[in-house]
Every structure is written in C-alpha cells, then in structure tokens.
C-alpha cells in the first residue's frame, strides 16, 4: 500500500488530533491530555511509515534489528576501507608500479653509497634476460626520438610528448601508435 492517499489521509487526521491535543495540553497544563496526545502521536508515525512504503521496505528486508546491523556493517566497511572509498584496479597499478620506482631508487641510492663494491657475503644480482617482444634499445629511442645518451628525465619529458599526440582520446590520437610509444618507454625505463 505504497502512496495509500488514504493512509497518508489518516495520518494527516491523526497528525491533527495530536497537535490540537500536544496544544490543550501546554495551555491548560494538564498531563492526562499529554497521555492522551502521546498515543495518538505514535498512530500517526505508524500510519506514515506504513503509507510511505517504509514498513514494507523493513520488513521485506527482514528485522528491524536485521535492517540496522545491515546499517551498521556497511559503515564498518567505508570506515575499513579508509576516506578514499574502496581501492580500484588502476590505484592498484599505480602504487605498485610507484613501490617499485622506490624500491629501484633505495636500491641504486644503496648501491651509490657502496662506491660500487660489494660488500663480503652480498651476492650480486643479475637481470633476467628479457623476454618480452618489445622493442630493442636503438627501436625505443628511434620512436621517442632520442639520442643514444639520453638519461631517464629525457626519456620521461619525450614519452609525456609524444604521448600527447598519439594518445587514442586525443584528436588525431592512434591506438596501435599509442602502444608502441608506451612500449618503447617501457623498455627504456627497466634500465
């Protein structure tokens, strides 16, 4: 009986008859009046909640009890999940590939401070070969056009540029070319 005009009528009426009653009561300082207002106050909250469609809600959802621990657990959930809301796929990528640029930082700042001896019992790590079908060294600085002698910082300005014109949202943007400049700068950035 969701929008019953004549439920929302009855609690209209009853509305009334409280309010006429709550206004005797104050006036003439009487309590039995306020007794007498009191119930009526409480049919006429009953009448709204069941005209509304809220009690059906309620109910359809289970026990009241049921629908506030529902309340109460999804708050638990932002509150676990921090002020950001839950964490995305892309985020994830992005602290991760961000964890992995300091962890390279600390690694080179580490192997700096050594003046590049090894210390006794430290082992020396090697690269794993790649094995991706990226492009070579020389394809990668072609397509970012660069020179052999370029550094990380020139590597990273010439990707953003030329992400800007060939990135796929761009006008004139290509997808096939937007991957080969993102693969190139891949290949230059694992060194």
Known sequence: MRDSPL??????????????????????????VL????????????????????????VDAGTYRDAFGQRRRAAEQKAAEGPRGPRSRFGR????????????????????????RRQRGQRERRRAPRTTDGPSRNEALDRLDLDSGADQADVRAAYRE??????PDTTGGDEEAFKRVTAAYDRLSEE
Do not use: M, N
């Open 35 to 58: 007794g007498i207002a009191a119930p009526l106050a409480v049919t006429t909250y009953l009448f709204w909640f069941q005209a509304s469609g809220k009690l059906r809600e309620r």
């Open 93 to 116: 990528e992005a602290r991760r590939a961000a964890e992995e640029r300091r962890r390279r930082a600390r690694a080179a700042a580490a192997g700096a401070g050594q003046g590049g």
């Open 162 to 167: 030329k992400v800007k014109e060939v990135h």
């Open 7 to 32: 439920l929302f009528g009855l609690a209209a009426v009853f509305a009334g008859l409280t309010t006429v009653l709550l206004v005797v009561a104050i006036v003439t300082r009487e309590l039995f």
